[in-house]
């Protein structure tokens, strides 16, 4: 059973704009929160991470919401460049933080 | 340069052949896990490892087997391998808890 799950298979911007990816979890054990950017013939790469004291978390371009309540997060890409086309991973931990639980990946394409 | 290095990139081979995927890392990571990488379902936590000699299984462990011998090395093996785990496998490493993960770039794995 699938606890953290990426609904948007993928998404279109335009340059510019804002890119909002979203996840849902089930777990209200989960406490710890990352987002991964994953290009063709890569691993993925860390973007941004977020602990369940918090609500918001931002670096540079890119930012992350918590619902706790909803059980959902969101990152914000603003503005959205060409460069972020790429599979969007959201995952998630319990406070033990050993085992990690992936969404099935948004594919972002920003459009020049 | 910090990386997580794993060999091969690119198998292929027949059911029943044993085969080890090598992941080392060069962080001095306390952490490790190896996760496979499948269309529709994310990616998945085969193993993870908390210390040399200490590791436990994650979400799909059936059909391999982990060792932790040496702290920056963590292979993955495949005793018999079927055309189920045709897949694309990712290690990672991680400095402890509430920390981001470091991929590898993959290893895709064909069994025929």
């Known amino acids: 059973d699938q606890q953290v799950k990426q609904n948007s298979p993928s998404l279109s911007v335009q340059e510019g704009r804002i890119s909002i990816l979203n996840c849902d979890y089930t777990?209200?054990?989960?406490?710890?929160f990352l987002w991964y950017k994953k290009y063709p013939a890569e691993g993925p790469t860390f973007l941004i991470s977020?602990?369940?004291?918090?609500d918001k978390n931002e670096d540079g371009r890119f930012t992350v919401f918590l619902n706790k309540s909803a059980k959902h997060l969101s990152l914000h890409i603003v503005p959205s460049q060409p460069g972020d086309s790429a599979v969007y991973f959201c995952?998630?931990?319990?406070?033990?933080?050993?085992?990690?639980?992936f969404g099935t990946g948004t594919s972002l394409t920003v459009i020049p | 340069e910090a990386q997580v290095t794993q060999n091969p990139r690119y198998l292929i081979t027949v059911t029943g052949k044993k085969l080890t995927v090598t992941c080392s890392q060069n962080?001095?990571?306390?952490?490790m896990s190896w996760y496979r990488q499948d269309p529709g379902l994310g990616l998945r936590q085969i193993y993870y490892?908390?210390?040399?000699?200490?590791?436990d299984k994650g979400d799909v462990p059936e059909g391999y087997k982990v060792s932790r011998k040496e702290k920056r090395n963590f292979p993955l093996i495949l005793e018999s391998p079927s055309p189920n785990q045709t897949s694309l496998y990712f290690c990672?490493?991680?400095?402890?808890?509430?920390?981001?993960?470091?991929f590898g770039d993959g290893t895709r794995l064909s069994i025929l």
């Open positions: 490892s908390m210390n040399v000699e200490v590791t």
């Open positions: 977020i602990s369940s004291i918090k």
């Open positions: 990672a490493s991680r400095p402890g808890t509430y920390q981001p993960q470091h």
């Open positions: 777990n209200s054990m989960f406490d710890y």
């Open positions: 962080m001095n990571h306390e952490y």
């Open positions: 995952a998630a931990s319990e406070w033990t933080g050993n085992q990690f639980y």
